[in-house]
T-cell receptor
Framework: DGGITQSPKYLFRKEGQNVTLSCEQNLNHDAMYWYRQDPGQGLRLIYYSQIVNDFQKGDIAEGYSVSREKKESFPLTVTSAQKNPTAFYLC???????????FGSGTQLSVL | EDQVTQSPEALRLQEGESSSLNCSYTVSGLRGLFWYRQDPGKGPEFLFTLYSAGEEKEKERLKATLTKKESFLHITAPKPEDSATYLCAPGLISSGSARQLTFGSGTQLTVLP
């Protein structure tokens, strides 16, 4: 079945540590996105990528980094510079001819 | 500044008790208004896209409508399985070819049996 796979489901970060969240899609979508969701708040855009080897900052990119080496993959690294990383992280993709986003099942990141 | 406001923040209904959720927005360059359903611990699931004022779309017990400044999600005779958080998101035409959605904070709907 086609879809977006995020892993791991739960992730714990120690202080000063970088962690990487995986996002893989087999939908052949061009655009991919990372959102952060905090309780009681809307989704906030971290980074997005329209094509391979290109990506743009969203509204809250500080403390995060991404890469897009393959069309199928868009990993997100939460660096030690992100002082409040506890949140639910959602990866999404969008086909070229459509505006709606398709979401993965999310990764809950917590700080130890 | 683009803003999206959803109301109420939370809504508790008895099974069969119809109601409406509101999404009001002030955005420039609107390109579609999207509704999503999100279950706890899961990613949002697409429900509807509305493009023009006056447009309506239906799916089972849900009907979405759109005016120039707001959208409503009407829930008719809801069942407990309709319990979820409902998110609205105006789509924007931003610079270049990138298109982004600005999400509201959602309405958490609980339908009691």
């Amino acid at each position: 079945d086609g879809g977006i796979t995020q892993s791991p489901k739960y992730l714990f970060r120690k202080e000063g540590q970088n962690v990487t969240l995986s996002c893989e899609q087999n939908l052949n979508h061009d655009a991919m996105y990372w959102y952060r969701q905090d309780p009681g708040q809307g989704l906030r855009l971290i980074y997005y990528s329209q094509i391979v080897n290109d990506f743009q900052k969203g509204d809250i990119a500080e403390g995060y980094s991404v890469s897009r080496e393959k069309k199928e993959s868009f990993p997100l690294t939460v660096t030690s510079a992100q002082k409040n990383p506890t949140a639910f992280y959602l990866c999404a993709s969008r086909p070229r001819a459509d505006e709606k986003l398709f979401f993965g099942s999310g990764t809950q990141l917590s700080v130890l | 500044e683009d803003q999206v406001t959803q109301s109420p923040e939370a809504l508790r209904l008895q099974e069969g008790e119809s109601s409406s959720l509101n999404c009001s927005y002030t955005v420039s360059g609107l390109r579609g208004l999207f509704w999503y359903r999100q279950d706890p611990g899961k990613g949002p699931e697409f429900l509807f896209t509305l493009y023009s004022a006056g447009e309506e779309k239906e799916k089972e017990r849900l009907k979405a409508t759109l005016t120039k400044k707001e959208s409503f999600l009407h829930i008719t005779a809801p069942k407990p399985e309709d319990s979820a958080t409902y998110l609205c998101a105006p789509g924007l035409i931003s610079s270049g070819s990138a298109r982004q959605l600005t999400f509201g904070s959602g309405t958490q709907l609980t339908v009691l049996p």
